[in-house]
């Protein structure tokens, strides 16, 4: 079975702070996925990479950067918290195919205080 | 761009009665459409995937969905619901990117 591991669950941090939300996945997959979980909005993708270093914007990566040093790993970054960030984080994984699924971690729920 | 309609935020239903989640997609190719679930505090599961092999496509859980293109949709059903089927539903489209729709959740009554 694929594994996307997020490496936390809850995280509770200040406006200004740069926050760190980092993804595993055990497959090999060419691609990786961060969204943003909100009430009524679904999944709105914030940043995709395709490859090592390789990366590309979604619809909302205002206040988001991301990183691929190596192919297991994207880490999405908030340079400076703002509190309407505070939402569900949601890390998924795909091989390089548009008609294979997603596979998702457990989602960080990130409270900007 | 591709993007799905989920119609109906909230479904409720008495344990035992058919579950019917309802999803449209605007496509302007055959398009690869998928159902997630999402528990409580998890990320989001695959239940089944129509890739154009077969118009009724069944998934996990007992689960199943009819690729209807010409009234472009994509609903799941369940034909009897059970209270561990209480959960938030997803359809999706895929082409370079995966559109979510903004989800179902569904209760089931006991």
């Given at each position: 079975d694929v594994k996307v591991t997020q490496s936390s669950r809850y995280l509770v941090k200040r406006t200004g702070e740069k926050v760190f939300l980092e993804c595993v996945q055990d497959?090999?997959?060419e691609n990786m996925f961060w969204y943003r979980q909100d009430p009524g909005l679904g999944l709105r993708l914030i940043y995709f990479s395709y490859d090592v270093k390789m990366k590309e914007k979604g619809d909302i990566p205002e206040g988001y950067s991301v990183s691929r040093e190596k192919k297991e790993r994207f880490s999405l970054i908030l340079e400076s918290a703002s509190t309407n960030q505070t939402s569900m984080y949601l890390c998924a994984s795909s091989s390089d195919s548009f008609d294979q699924p997603q596979h998702f971690g457990d989602g960080t729920r990130l409270s900007i205080l | 761009a591709q993007s799905v309609t989920q119609l109906g935020s909230h479904v409720s239903v008495s344990e035992g009665a058919l579950v019917l989640l309802r999803c449209n997609y605007s496509s302007s190719v055959p398009p690869y459409l998928f159902w997630y679930v999402q528990y409580p505090n998890q990320g989001l599961q695959l239940l089944l995937k129509y890739?154009?092999?077969?118009t009724l496509v069944k998934g996990i859980n007992g689960f199943e969905a009819e690729f209807k293109k010409s009234e472009t949709s994509f609903h799941l059903t369940k034909p009897s619901a059970h209270m561990s089927d209480a959960a938030e539903y997803f359809c999706a489209v895929s082409d370079r990117f995966m559109r979510f729709g903004a989800g179902t959740r569904l209760t089931v009554k006991p």
């Open positions: 497959m090999d997959h | 890739t154009s092999a077969a």
